[in-house]
T-cell receptor
Framework: SAVISQKPSRDICQRGTSLTIQCQVD?????MFWYRQQPGQSLTLIAT?????????ESGFVIDKFPISRPNLTFSTLTVSNMSPEDSSIYLC????????FGQGTRLTVV | GNSVTQMEGPVTLSEEAFLTINCTYT??????LFWYVQYPGEGLQLLLK?????DKGSNKGFEATYRKETTSFHLEKGSVQVSDSAVYFC?????????FGQGTELSVKP
């Protein structure tokens, strides 16, 4: 199994600012992903974090709004840029080898 | 495209009742299927999985069988407990990516 540490666990941010979320895995993993879980809803895939290259974004998500880095096989960051109240969600990091493991999530509130 | 549809909640049951949460999927090829559980205030945890047709996943008294002919992966438990109260997500996986259903909230009363 893989243990995922995600920081921060929660934050309250002013609109127009940006927040970077970090995801650290305790072992090398093949793939890493970022998901969003809006209040009372399911998880939606934002993007695949590719090691050493640009992330692959799902429909409806763009790099300018959600820049992602993955400098190595155990670490990734997601930035939520120019935030608005509609960005208030839980953001989850996932790491995949044979199984998919999830971090505890970052609960973001934009005011 | 690929998608997962699961039974709407919330579902409220009495302790020791039988549980079924329906899940159907649409996918190209033969994805792996999963049930994840999210307990109040906690992260997402894998509950069980099945990787091919007719496989049965089981864990903690929960079971689900991969039915290719009906494209379903219904979650069942014979006797629920108060501690099973949580949100349950059905998901399929292809190429590493997980596609989730909308989640079903289960509330078990003593």
């Amino acid at each position: 199994s893989a243990v995922i540490s995600q920081k921060p666990s929660r934050d309250i941010c002013q609109r127009g600012t940006s927040l970077t979320i970090q995801c650290q895995v305790d072992s090398q993993v093949t793939m890493m992903f970022w998901y969003r879980q809006q209040p009372g809803q399911s998880l939606t895939l934002i993007a695949t974090a590719n090691q050493g290259s640009e992330a692959t974004y799902e429909s409806g998500f763009v790099i300018d709004k959600f820049p992602i880095s993955r400098p190595n096989l155990t670490f990734s960051t997601l930035t939520v840029s120019n935030m608005s109240p509609e960005d208030s969600s839980i953001y989850l990091c996932s790491a995949v080898n044979t199984e998919a493991f999830f971090g505890q999530g970052t609960r973001l509130t934009v005011v | 495209g690929n998608s997962v549809t699961q039974m709407e909640g919330p579902v409220t049951l009495s302790e020791e009742a039988f549980l079924t949460i329906n899940c159907t999927y649409t996918a190209t090829g033969y994805p792996s299927l999963f049930w994840y559980v999210q307990y109040p205030g906690e992260g997402l945890q894998l509950l069980l999985k099945a990787t091919k047709a007719d496989d049965k996943g089981s864990n903690k008294g929960f079971e689900a069988t991969y039915r290719k002919e009906t494209t379903s992966f219904h979650l069942e438990k014979g006797s629920v407990q108060v501690s099973d109260s949580a949100v349950y997500f059905c998901a399929l996986r292809q190429g590493g990516k997980l596609i989730f259903g909308q989640g079903t909230e289960l509330s078990v009363k003593p």
